[in-house]
């Protein structure tokens, strides 16, 4: 029955389905209409997503990916089950090789999870987030380990939580999500998606083992503005090193479009010092899902260096109302 009302409400809301979006770019275009798909969800049902990629590549050319399943039904906010940790040979074919649930963690839910390799130790990192001791999102770091498939699942404990507020009716983010982490050869980075007065905005902090965390700048502020096509959410997504600087991927939504608060779209930045930010993207996104559905998704980028190319992992509406997660390929200088 509960399936049945979901598919007649999806069906309705196809109706309603804006036109294609287009970043303006054709070359871009083009390329984002051919894509290997990684991963579909548990279910084929509408809202049942697998997404919140982040990949890791091996010397040797191994592929790590974790990501987050997410059901169809239950509380929203919640609906995250479980981090799921695969891997693969070519970056395609990818096989399960462990599976984290929420119940093992001692979590109600999980969003994007964050995979990272220790450089001083060789050991591999998760970080990911959730609702902690029925509190507030924080984001988890769980016990580093010897490869991704020896994760515990019950070792997770919050490393970056809501900071305390400095005055009265004070604008600090409530709490914080879906972690993106970087090794810049000195320290670590993360930037995160951060809830302040129910807005989601991009936060940034800094640590030197990964464990202890400090905000960078104020930590009222955002790195990029609500403006634009993004003046209904901002988030951090991807970071590349390009040499003189980075690449910043960032997603976002536009309080005029269906659902803005899952029709999230994939726009680009840069950065000479991870401190200050240049939007490339302003007018319009860069990326969109070449398959929507009432969704045009393409959010939760992971961007790997590969070869000449730029390998970038995302979770993409599909027009069954259902998320996957797909591979895409772009020269480095697209």
């Not at 029955?1 to 036109?19: C, D, K, N, V």
């Not at 049902?45 to 982040?54: L, R, T």
């Not at 399943?69 to 040979?89: N, P, T, V, W």
Request: some cysteine; charged content about 20%.
């Amino acid at each position: 029955m509960l399936s049945s009302i979901l598919l007649m409400t999806w069906s309705f809301a196809l109706s309603q389905t804006p036109p294609p979006f287009s970043s303006g770019i054709d070359r871009v275009d083009r390329l984002n209409a051919a894509y290997d798909v990684i991963l579909r969800p548990d279910t084929i049902a509408p809202e049942w997503w697998a997404g919140a990629p982040s990949v890791l590549r091996n010397d040797d050319g191994t592929v790590w990916l974790a990501c987050r399943m997410r059901r169809g039904d239950g509380e929203r906010g919640l609906q995250g089950y479980e981090i799921r940790i695969l891997k693969s040979a070519d970056g395609v074919a990818f096989e399960r090789v462990l599976s984290i649930t929420r119940e093992d963690a001692g979590v109600p839910g999980f969003e994007r999870p964050a995979l990272a390799r220790d450089p001083a130790t060789g050991k591999y990192m998760l970080f990911g987030c959730a609702p902690w001791q029925r509190g507030p999102w924080q984001i988890l770091r769980f016990a580093d380990a010897d490869r991704p498939d020896q994760f515990d699942p019950a070792s997770a404990r919050p490393v970056i939580g809501p900071l305390p507020a400095e005055r009265d009716r004070d604008t600090m983010p409530e709490e914080y999500k879906d972690p993106v982490v970087l090794y810049d050869g000195s320290c670590w980075h993360c930037w995160v998606i951060g809830y302040a007065r129910r807005n989601e905005r991009i936060f940034h902090f800094t640590s030197q083992d990964g464990w202890t965390w400090q905000p960078v700048g104020n930590p009222r502020l955002s790195i990029l503005p609500l403006a634009g096509w993004h003046d209904f959410f901002v988030r951090p997504a991807s970071v590349i090193p390009m040499g003189i600087g980075w690449l910043f991927f960032y997603e976002g939504s536009s309080t005029a479009w269906v659902d803005p608060v899952y029709n999230i779209l994939t726009g680009a930045a840069f950065t000479f010092n991870l401190m200050t930010y240049s939007d490339l993207t302003p007018e319009r996104p860069l990326l969109e899902s070449p398959t929507p559905g009432v969704f045009h998704t393409w959010r939760y980028s992971s961007w790997l260096r590969v070869g000449d190319e730029l390998w970038a992992y995302a979770e993409v509406a599909c027009p069954d109302g259902t998320h996957e997660i797909r591979r895409f390929r772009f020269p480095n200088a697209f």
